[in-house]
């Protein structure tokens, strides 16, 4: 596959096409002290990311709970000259309900600051290469971010700015306080969710009132493509409902059919056939890769060797939706 630049690498250029996401580092979602085991695992994870040409690894401070950022710290302990070879990102936002407060989303100035400095002393270093702000917060300030960020930024903590699951209108009202861009947008996408994708092709159709969720994201999209704002795609691979064996619902096997065919005729993985296809979309979509199996972690380094052609790009895309195309 011959690549064009992401819009990421314009301020990142040494970001990968592929990022992996470390959700599934830690061990398990609970309050357990993660352990030696949980580092070698990540080990295992890294080192095939790595094989695969990899250096984007995509964190957020809720990871099981904040022990997948500590994982990682004992890792760079491990292996101090790994921090140098790779771009840290991580999340902040998101807040779980305590005795104290319920669930909720926080993007005020000084909770951004609180937790970035509590990501940094888990990880064990010093900066953030990229910060994204993890879902929209009905109360978010723009100013009040921007002062935080740029705070930040002066101390040397966080290099750029982005977002995760924000909207073309939001994107666009937060971007208006910053004196720098916001460089990412993290977006659940891929054949198990083509929302935004389909927000193009069936806003004026009968289809949009039977698939609400994709209005919900009218241009975004393309305000990222207008504005060199790097898509970043959550659930690329959909937990595996296309690229397995078997498919997990009797809907998804149309699908899951036509990715395993693809795969024989190009000779690469099905993972391969399902990233190759959101890499194919003229945004230069950075998928995220979230499992933990090091096989399959190399197995998505095919997306890399193959590069759909126009038909077969889009008979996944109808064949995924389970309806014809307006």
């Not at 309050?31 to 995509?58: K, N, R, Y």
């Not at 096997?253 to 979309?281: C, D, N, T």
């Amino acid at each position: 596959m011959s690549l064009a630049a992401l819009p990421l690498q314009q301020h990142v250029p040494t970001a990968s096409p592929l990022a992996y996401g470390c959700m599934g580092l830690g061990g398990r979602w609970d309050h357990a002290p993660w352990t030696d085991s949980d580092v070698d695992h990540a080990q295992a994870a890294v080192e095939a990311a790595l094989d695969i040409g990899i250096t984007l690894f995509d964190h957020a401070d809720i990871y099981t709970f904040g022990k997948a950022e500590s994982v990682f710290g004992a890792l760079f302990r491990r292996q101090p000259s790994l921090r140098e070879r790779i771009v840290l990102q991580s999340k902040c936002g998101i807040r779980f309900a305590t005795d104290s407060h319920p669930k909720c989303y926080d993007l005020s100035g000084g909770y951004i600051v609180e937790a970035v400095e509590a990501s940094l002393r888990r990880l064990g270093t010093e900066r953030l290469d990229i910060l994204l702000l993890h879902r929209p917060d009905p109360l978010m300030a723009p100013d009040e971010i921007a002062e935080a960020f740029q705070r930040l930024r002066t101390q040397g903590k966080v290099g750029h700015l982005g977002v995760s699951n924000m909207n073309a209108g939001q994107m666009a009202w937060l971007g208006r306080a910053l004196d720098q861009p916001l460089v990412a947008n993290q977006l659940e996408l891929g054949l198990g969710h083509l929302e935004p994708i389909d927000a193009g092709t069936c806003f004026n159709d009968p289809q949009a009132a039977t698939r609400p969720g994709a209005l919900a994201w009218a241009g975004t999209m393309e305000h990222c493509q207008q504005h060199g704002i790097q898509i970043q795609a959550w659930s690329s691979l959909a937990r595996g409902r296309f690229s397995g064996d078997t498919a997990q619902t009797s809907a998804d096997e149309p699908a899951r059919a036509l990715v395993h065919q693809l795969a024989r005729h190009h000779g690469v993985s099905a993972e391969g056939i399902v990233l190759a296809w959101l890499m194919k979309h003229p945004a230069r979509i950075q998928p995220v890769i979230g499992t933990s199996n090091p096989d399959r972690i190399r197995a998505c380094g095919d997306a890399m060797r193959v590069t759909l052609n126009r038909g077969e790009w889009y008979s996944l895309y109808e064949t995924a939706r389970g309806v014809p195309l307006p």
